[in-house]
């Protein structure tokens, strides 16, 4: 049944892997626009500090603190984009990763609110909050097979699945559209863009706004998942891990962010039997990664070929015979 | 109580400007910069604690042997993280960038697995001599920290000014294509770039290890994050800048935590540089042109 195969602890990395997704989108958003941010850990601070204070000292409702905290971030996206715009390149990324810094030593110094670095705890759970919901409609996660545990694991991973597959698709259609045309061509030289009629100023404080909402919107979600978070946990560490998320997996397309998340969360549990070193590997394999696939596992060729293999094996099972005669 | 807390300031600022010209010389000729800097500089600290403490060997040692690990460690980094990586079709400016957090990575869990978490004290015979002039107090250890980071500076700026060597650096930074067209053997001036950069991280490394009595595996971190502040507080790649942004902000952060809130001492550095890159990209001593910042 259901309740022999799910594991709560797989779950778990789950649901990690689907917050690592987001992030590794966020800054996949802002580097489509040729911007590089290493601030993403510091707005992803902010969102998950946002949601929490509000969900545990006014006992406001999760998705309306997981929403809020998106939209502080995302406001500090704006203060922070405008005045970047000045900026390009390491330039660029020193500031962010200095912005990121600074957010971290307030939330270390602001004890008052945030306890300083031992961090906030208790911070409601989205899974426990919601299966209290459902134990009132009556519903008992038995007729499912399930125990309390599972379902509320399982709950978590659901919606973060469709969470996900929402900012997935909403991302892909950006891509095609008037926006991401624009992001493209600001990426590919400013000059001409801006030559051409398109107002970067615009769209370089919209895209790295989307990455500062983004990052947010997962931190919130990751106080709510993790139901504890310290400042440490939005330290440089957190920086370098959502860059690696996008530049290891490709950072030209957004299932490189999504493959790079995936794998790159994946890589330090599948490596725990040799845990002590674990993470000295984490850094050979960017080394190595660097020398012989700079662009990341998946770039446009890969995916063309994959397209390509895919519908030659459809139309072989379709028949090719057929088109000949076409 | 002020003149203790400038002697201190000026000791810590010149260990800062010491760190800040091994990322500035990178950065000058090679245009990246090594975020494995600070756990280079981190290992040299390590050294120096296994010859003076665990070994019991005299301090001039413990500075040979810190140079020699950091500069082989230099040639690596160079050899394996940044030398295939360049003249690469296709690489993105952000790949060299990747490449030395991978390293950094790898030599901070390294040292992580070999020394353990903790603090590591940094015994040497003279940390306790101290001069009494007037009303304040002196520390030999002080003294000694400063006038070898001044021979180094000193050192380092006739170097690439006066000597062949030193201008063949400057020309590659200037234009990689146009000196190696000139004859400059630019491969092994790039190589010769990264080591003497180790090497300045490893006598740095020593010297903290000297001034805070302390060593751990992420002290890297902290001082790697702020010789990047450093060295866009005096203007990226500009040798003179380093070491004034260095001194600067060992004072700016003493005064902190004497007259204000040492809570908010790390902050300090990148508060400093978000307003220095929106008013002042180019630095404070960098030249005033329209790339700069771009």
Redo the contacts between chains.
Sequence with gaps: MLGDIINPYHLQIVSFILINIILGISIYITLSSGQ?SLGNAGFMGIGAYTSALLTINFDLPIFLGIILGAVVAGVFGILIGI?AL??????L???T???G??IR??F??WESITQGSIGLSGIPHLGRELFKTFKLTGFDPDMLGLKNNQFIYLLVVLILLLVNILLVWFFIRQNKSRVGRAFAAIKMDEKAAESMGINITYYKVLSFTQGAILAGFAGALYAHVMAYISPADFA?HRA?DI??FS?FGG?ELIWGAIFGATFMTILPEALRFIS??R??I??????A???FR??GIIDVPLLKWFKKSLKLKRGVSHGIGTKKYN | MLLEQIINGITLGSIYAIVALGFTLVFGVLGIINMAHGEIFMIGAFIGVLITSVLGLPLWIAFIAAIGVTVILGYMLERIALRPLRGKQGVSHLAPLISTIGVSILLENLSHHIFGAGNHPFRHSFAQIQFQVGSITIYLVQILIFVISITLMVVLSYWLSKTKAGKALRATAENLETASLLGVNTKRTITTTVIIASALGGIAGILVGMAFNSVNPQMGLSMGLKGLAIIILGGMGNVKGAMAGGLLLGLAETMIVAYGDSGYRDAVAFITIIFILLLRPQGIFGKNTAEAGR
């Design positions: 590089l005045p000045r900026l390009s390149g390491v330039y990324a020193i500031a990763l200095g912005f810094e600074v030593v307030i270390v110094n440089y370098i860059l690696i530049i950072s002590d070193y993470y000295m984490y850094g050979v394999i960017l080394i990664m660097m020398a700079p662009q």
